[in-house]
């Protein structure tokens, strides 16, 4: 009797999407348009070292472009507000029924009196 050879599906190796060298921000921003097209869902996490400032605070935010070119946001990360300090998010269907469009971006947002956040490393891997 014939048997079908074993067929193993293994998920697909992940794909670094998005992660600059470590940074000092002290203003808002975002990473320009990023190609999603070869990922369903990821994570997206952002690692401080220090804040200085008054009341600084960071805010980040992954938004992806709509068919129209209107850009949506679909995940926002916690505020970091000192360092060390890490917040991360996922994405994709399984954080919310977000789907990654093909076009997204990371974008961030920061306040405070003279603030500033050094060490920051934001990364964006998907599968």
Known sequence: MARAPLVTALPADPVTVYAPASQTITASGDSGVLDTTSVANGILSV????????????????????????????????????GPNF????????????????????????????????????SLIGR
């Open 47 to 82: 690692f401080v070292t220090g804040a200085t400032g008054t009341t600084p605070s960071i805010t980040v935010y992954y938004d992806v472009q709509d068919a129209a070119g209107y850009w949506l946001t679909t995940q926002t990360l916690t505020a970091i507000t000192s």
């Open 87 to 122: 917040t991360f998010a996922s994405l994709g269907p399984g954080s919310g029924g977000y789907i990654l469009t093909g076009k997204g971006r990371v974008r961030w947002v920061v306040t405070g009196t003279n603030p500033s956040f050094t060490g920051v490393t934001i």
